[in-house]
């Protein structure tokens, strides 16, 4: 079990818009601290995609944005494309744990 | 460019220890903490320490306290990661991560990967 929830899989066709939730509580996200998300494409090392909530590194489209309310955080795919389908995993601080914590990931599946 | 380059799969028989390494390359290394996260099959990311390459201070979660020990070496730019006391449930691929400071850490980038696996 994750410190934080994520739904095990979501999925839309090409060019649709997909949404998917991170959920923690209040020791981390809701306690103030930054949700990041990363992807990771098969076989492939996790790949910083949004940090700081709701901010793209140089390189990454902006069909990808996030967003955090209260304990939640959510990350969204707009335009929605093949190569898209990876898992993605959403990651914060836990000030209980005195460590970093993420959820077991989202798998996206392109139909 | 920041890259950082993990040492070969291993594997290891229950009770033993392991020690990968990550070389740094494209900044200063001694700039930036550097990260431990492990992946098992089918789990998330399971955060294990960090190193501040300049002291050597290093700080771990608690449930890896005993077991694990980061160390570097500044001459080649490279951190070691140190897992002792194997069982299967240490099965996973460990990645190196540059820590980025804020408010939250972000890890960016990561090493390729370490699969470890572990089995009589």
């Known amino acids: 079990q994750s410190v934080l929830t994520q739904p095990p899989s979501v999925s839309g066709a090409p060019g649709e818009r997909v949404t998917m939730s991170c959920t923690g509580g209040y020791t981390n996200i809701g306690a103030g601290y930054d949700v990041h998300w990363y992807q990771q494409l098969p076989g492939t090392a996790p790949k910083l995609l949004i940090y700081g909530n709701n901010n793209r590194p140089s390189g990454v489209p902006d069909r990808f944005s996030g967003s955090k309310s209260g304990i939640s955080a959510s990350l969204a795919i707009t335009g929605l494309q093949a190569e898209d389908e990876a898992d993605y995993y959403c990651q914060s601080y836990d000030t209980s744990l005195r460590g970093y914590v993420s959820g077991i990931g989202t798998k996206v599946t392109v139909l | 460019q920041v890259q950082l380059v993990q040492s070969g799969a291993e594997v290891k028989k229950p009770g033993a220890s392991v020690k990968v390494s990550c070389k740094a390359s494209g900044y200063t290394f001694t700039a930036y903490h550097m990260q431990w996260v492990r992946q098992a099959p089918g789990l998330g990311l399971e955060w294990m320490g960090w190193i501040n390459p300049n002291s050597g201070g290093t700080y771990y979660a608690q449930k890896f306290q005993g077991r694990v020990t980061i160390t570097r070496d500044t001459s080649i730019s490279t951190v070691y990661m140190e897992l002792r006391g194997l069982t299967s449930d240490d099965t996973a691929v460990y990645y190196c991560?540059?820590?980025?400071?804020?408010?939250?850490?972000?890890?960016?980038?990561w090493g390729q990967g370490t699969l470890v696996t572990v089995s009589s």
């Open positions: 991560a540059r820590d980025n400071p804020a408010s939250t850490d972000w890890f960016d980038p």
